[in-house]
């Protein structure tokens, strides 16, 4: 929300459209700094988002605010017809995303499937920030994207990965540690520090691998990731998302177009999941450290051999 | 008043004549949803929008939205006839490479100012121009034309809410009352009835008129043009009605200053060619060379050139 009254402090057309989430977004500051540029519509998600796209198409740039699922769900059409397929510039941002984010509210607020259905739709870019300061710099950078744009964001109690120094680039893959091309990790979100210590634990093993921040998933930074699955040859995924959709889904895609090599994927099983506190959820649902290593070690005994596109 | 009547009928008329020309050469398309909304069409786009067909994205133009996108024939045949493109286009309907799609796409056809198509959706999108407009102090207006039976979504009635609560007098509804959905009669289909009431309960003016007779729709209309460009001074005591139609109440046809006005157009589908009126059938259907023949010479006009 920061990122957001800096950027309404230098943008007049910049409008923050809540369905009675202005205190989920934590958005009082914003409210009480700019009243007027506030649309307060109440819990009418659809309408929400058809506001939205009249507000675009009145020469605003509004950001939808509210929880990932009542976005990417409940106004899923709204989004689809009426602000992706004319490319407005409507901006939205969902909380909540994933399973640990939405932690002790249950099934009702854990949305585990908002990627899938954001990147499957035509002219949306999808950026999934990892903490606070990538949000900020997330919410930064969709305004000079044209055309609708999905951020993804937590609970906002997500621990901070990085240092506000570190640049955030939409459309390019994020290198965050190369230890060696044993294998290659991509992930995101609240899984980045799961995988760290994954791929720590691993070299004591003396598995050497490289661990690659993937927050934009859509457009893919294809050419970098196939770059980087020739090189490695093994691919891990790990996110905070079902398996089916989401990162995992998109690098095997790229893999199997472009560079055939095994592919494990790290996140929700296609299941259910149930309440909880959310280190514990990863950890029960098949997203802990140890789950990660098992994966990398199986991932590389899977090895081609002989390996693809060897000359 | 006389020679606008005159002159918006015999547009109406050449608006169905189009609208079957344009179903006939497509081979597609919903004739029967387009002939009862004709007449609010033309009084909208040939007196009352303020348009340029020179520079359809002129910001200060008047937004018009036709929630129900499957009429998309008339409000083509009226964009047309306006000047946004020639009129032998309608020839291309639903044609592949046309800019006129099956449904309305802003981005394809010039004049098109929102997407529709998947009902619901006008009063919504209006209700964000609405206030883009307020936000420039733009005095321009956002008209939409919904169905009643497309009146059955949720998000209708989520943007009426919303448009009231915000006082959007620069928004006007018109429900285009032909009591006829895809299924069957509305009041069989869903539970709409009582509507005026529905609306009231939202927190709006309601207007109930013929919407086949020009000569009242215009002066309400007018009316109620003059009053969402008015400033909220200006609204006290404006009445929609013409003071012949007041009868000396001068309470009559007052909205308060700060609610939209919705106006209910009792209507009846197919209107205009004998043999669709009130025929579900022609919700969607193709004329014969016969019955295309036949409509053309009850609707007269010119053809597409």
Redesign the interface.
């Known amino acids: 929300m920061q990122g957001l009254e800096a950027l309404a402090e230098e943008d007049d057309r910049i409008m923050l459209v809540c369905a009675d989430s202005l205190k989920a977004m934590r958005a009082d500051p914003f409210l009480e700094k700019f009243p007027?540029r506030v649309?307060e519509?109440?819990i009418?998600e659809?309408?929400a988002?058809?506001?939205?796209?009249?507000?675009?198409?009145?020469?605003?740039i509004?950001y939808f605010a509210t929880y990932a699922g009542f976005i990417t769900m409940r106004a899923c059409?709204?989004i689809r017809?009426?602000i992706a397929?004319?490319?407005l510039d409507v901006k939205m941002v969902g909380i909540n995303g994933g399973l640990a984010a939405g932690e002790r509210e249950g099934v009702s607020h854990q949305f585990f499937e908002d990627l899938a259905i954001m990147r499957s739709i035509p002219n949306i870019t999808v950026l999934v920030p990892a903490d606070a300061g990538q949000a900020r710099q997330a919410a930064k950078a969709a305004a000079e994207i044209p055309g609708p744009v999905y951020i993804r964001l937590g609970s906002g109690r997500d621990p901070v990965i990085f240092d506000d120094k570190q640049p955030f680039v939409p459309g390019k893959i994020h290198i965050l540690e190369q230890r060696g091309n044993d294998l290659v990790f991509f992930c995101n979100g609240l899984m980045i520090p799961r995988v760290l210590v994954a791929s720590a634990l691993l070299e004591a093993k003396g598995i050497a691998c490289t661990v690659v921040e993937v927050h934009t998933l859509k457009p893919l930074d294809t050419e970098a990731i196939v770059e980087l699955l020739k090189d490695c040859r093994a691919a891990v995924t790990a996110e905070d998302h079902n398996i089916i959709g989401g990162l995992g889904s998109a690098i095997m895609e790229c893999a199997a177009e472009h560079c055939p090599v095994p592919v494990a994927r790290i996140g929700l099983r296609d299941v259910f999941p149930g309440s909880g506190h959310p280190e514990a959820l990863l950890d029960f649902y098949g997203m802990s450290v140890n789950d990660i290593v098992e994966a990398a070690i199986s991932t590389i005994n899977r090895k081609p051999n002989p390996l693809p596109n060897e000359e | 008043m006389d020679e606008r009547i005159e002159k918006l009928t015999l547009m109406a008329s050449q608006l169905r004549r189009d609208v079957v020309n344009a179903v006939y050469y497509a081979k597609d398309g919903h004739p029967g949803p387009c002939m009862s909304a004709a007449d609010l069409m033309a009084v909208l786009y040939f007196d009352l929008l303020r348009l340029n067909p020179e520079d359809p994205s002129w910001i200060d133009r008047d937004r018009f939205i036709l929630s129900k996108g499957h009429a998309c024939p008339l409000w083509y045949a009226a964009l047309a006839r306006r000047g946004y493109f020639p009129p032998v286009e309608l020839k291309t309907l639903r044609v592949l490479g046309s800019r006129l799609q099956g449904h309305p796409d802003l981005k394809k056809t010039p004049g098109v100012d929102a997407n529709s198509g998947s009902l619901g959706h006008g009063l919504s999108q209006a209700c964000g121009l609405a206030i883009a407009a307020r936000k420039r102090g733009s005095d321009s207006l956002n008209v939409v034309i919904t169905g009643d039976g497309e009146l059955n979504e949720g998000i209708v009635w989520e943007a009426a809410m919303a448009i009231a609560h915000l006082k959007l007098t620069n928004v006007i509804a018109i429900v285009d009352n032909n009591g006829m959905q895809s299924g069957g009669k509305v009041e069989k289909v869903s539970g709409l009835y009582p509507l005026r009431e529905k609306w009231e309960a939202f927190g709006w003016y309601v207007v109930e008129e013929d919407g086949h007779d020009i000569g009242r729709l215009l002066p309400v209309l007018e009316r109620a043009f003059q009053r969402g460009r008015a400033t909220r001074e200006e609204r006290q005591g404006m009445s929609l009605l013409p003071d012949h139609l007041r009868r000396g109440r001068a309470s009559a046809g007052v909205p308060h200053p700060d609610q939209p006005v919705v106006l209910i157009a009792h209507t009846l589908k197919g209107k205009g060619v004998p043999y669709m009126e009130g025929d579900n059938s022609w919700h969607k259907r193709v004329p014969t060379d016969e019955e295309h023949q036949l409509a053309l010479s009850i609707l007269g006009g010119q053809d597409l050139e």
């Open positions: 007027d649309v519509l109440g009418a659809q309408n988002a058809g506001v939205s796209a009249g507000l675009a198409l009145g020469g605003l509004p059409e709204q017809t009426f397929y004319p490319n």
